[in-house]
């Protein structure tokens, strides 16, 4: 990648094409017990109806809550919506905490994690059995996993003033769809970057997996570590999936990528038939393809459009291509109460620019492969000493790589500091520090305070859960907090008339619905 191309790109752009995007964040956390259990009670009515809702919403399990923030326009918006549905779901939860690692608490049953239910209308079936699938599929542990999903859009003005990367040149949704892939590519060659940078889960409780490798040692009262890891939620050990290795889903363009996907949907996979679809009458799963749906591939990043009711995300990417990029390999950081800070989210916002502006050639499966090799190396072994990666089929040291990019970022956050030298510059300088000394990353205080201050992986867990009990430093707007109290009982009321609605029987809609074309 060349610093060149992007200071050109940039030059012709003004900070108002570059900063007036949208972001949002969608955060993942279970709910437990003041014992430090899952939470055994099923997703309230006062958090309003978890299929309905817009902004809470369920995982996983009825005990895995997704807080989403709507797209605003600046940083501390994101924190002041996170900050609001914190305070919100606290006060719904009657003496319940919110778990704010990556790796869940102690886990000693299956049985804790019951898939998420959504109501009797046919894609609330869908979603809850989409869920038994997972759990028949992968074991339902794995997806106790929780991180943060940063959601990121440029201004419109930018795809006006980018030039057609198609050939021959088209309309805007083509090329914001090139463009958008392209930068796709990028974060996919460079994911290992913010799995270094953020990455927060180096400890789990060994509940959580019976996989054990040379790279884990055993820390007390149950607690597993890899010393030198920043992200085993992004590990092979964590929230990926074996069967899916192999699987290469092309980014070279969104025609490309939904006809990957589809053909994924749409292939038997045996081990999956071993399962069986629908036995004695009851769905075990959606079917017996390598993905039931394609939210089921797990990736570093996504291309997103909004859906419509009843449309598959891969028939939206196809009918009106794609709309802005979901970055998911995100660790909840254990030491904000939100689960991310706003400095990580500059820097997020930044990296994904610097991904969509710079050169992004097609990639083919073997650097693919090289790219998912690199990820899972950062995530185990990140901040050993002279680690080395995959570039261009040659190695190179993490830290020089990570230099590298940060200096050809400089220009991107200059741009949207406005040249002042602000906070996306002070972001990118303490991702510089923390590439020249790996004890300054966040996986680094987790094992510091697992060491030094004696924490087993559960009780220090609880500890950060109870120290996000506490009301944050600063009242979200009072606009927000009205919002989320109207919202609950707004959520159930559509979910009423949506079950009271007339559809057909769930067998036909369901088939109607994986045979969209």
């Known amino acids: 990648m060349q610093g060149a191309v992007i200071r050109q790109r940039i030059s012709r752009l003004t900070r108002q094409q570059l900063s007036g995007g949208l972001r949002g964040v969608e955060r993942e956390c279970l709910r437990v017990t003041p014992a430090g259990r899952v939470a055994p009670t099923p997703h309230g009515e006062d958090l309003g109806s978890a299929l309905t809702h817009r902004y809470i919403t369920t995982d996983f399990a009825e005990a895995l809550l997704e807080l989403i923030t709507p797209p605003v326009k600046s940083t501390h918006d994101v924190s002041d919506w996170l900050a609001a549905l914190h305070e919100f779901v606290l006060a719904q939860l009657d003496g319940e905490q919110l778990w704010t690692p990556s790796m869940p608490p102690a886990i000693s049953s299956d049985r804790q994690l019951l898939p998420a239910r959504y109501g009797s209308s046919n894609i609330g079936m869908l979603k809850h059995i989409y869920r038994l699938g997972l759990a028949n599929r992968y074991g339902p542990r794995m997806q106790a996993i929780v991180g943060i999903h940063f959601n990121y859009s440029p201004p419109p003005d930018l795809w006006r003033s980018l030039p057609h990367l198609e050939s021959p040149p088209s309309g805007i949704v083509a090329k914001r769809s090139a463009w958008i892939m392209g930068q796709m590519r990028n974060v996919r060659r460079l994911a290992w970057l913010p799995t270094y940078l953020l990455g927060a889960s180096p400890a789990f409780h060994d509940t959580l997996s019976q996989v054990r490798t040379a790279d884990l040692k055993k820390g007390r009262k149950g607690t597993l570590y890899a010393p030198d890891a920043t992200s085993l939620r992004m590990s092979s050990l964590g929230y990926t999936s074996a069967l899916q290795a192999g699987l290469v889903i092309s980014a070279n363009s969104v025609h490309e990528y939904v006809r990957d996907l589809e053909a994924a949907v749409h292939a038997r996979h045996a081990e999956y038939s071993k399962i069986g679809v629908r036995v004695r009458g009851r769905y075990r799963q959606l079917s017996d393809s390598v993905l039931q749906v394609e939210n089921e591939y797990y990736s570093a990043a996504r291309p997103k459009r909004r859906i419509r009711r009843g449309e598959r995300a891969a028939t939206a990417l196809r009918r009106r291509g794609a709309e802005y990029l979901e970055l998911r390999l995100v660790d909840a950081d254990p030491f904000e109460p939100l689960g991310v800070s706003e400095a990580s989210m500059r820097f997020l916002e930044a990296f994904l620019l610097y991904c969509l502006l710079e050169e992004s050639p097609p990639m083919a499966a073997d650097e693919y492969l090289a790219c998912v090799s690199n990820l899972d190396q950062t995530a185990w072994r990140g901040r050993a000493r002279g680690v080395r990666l995959i ?127």
């Open 391 to 517: 570039r261009k089929r040659r190695r190179i040291r993490l830290d020089n790589w990570g230099l590298e990019v940060c200096r050809a970022m400089r220009p991107v956050c200059e741009a949207l500091d406005g040249g002042t030298g602000g906070e996306y510059s002070a972001a990118l300088k303490a991702a510089r520090a923390s590439l020249r000394d790996p004890g300054l990353t966040p996986a680094a205080r987790v094992l510091d305070e697992l060491g030094d201050a004696g924490w087993d992986h559960q009780a220090w867990g609880m500890e950060k859960a109870r120290l996000a009990s506490r009301p944050p430093g600063v009242r979200p707007n009072a606009a927000r907090r009205r919002a989320l109290k109207d919202e609950a009982p707004a959520s159930l009321a559509r979910l009423l008339a949506m079950e009271s609605a007339p559809e057909p029987p769930f067998d036909e809609f369901l088939a109607r619905y994986l045979d969209q074309g």
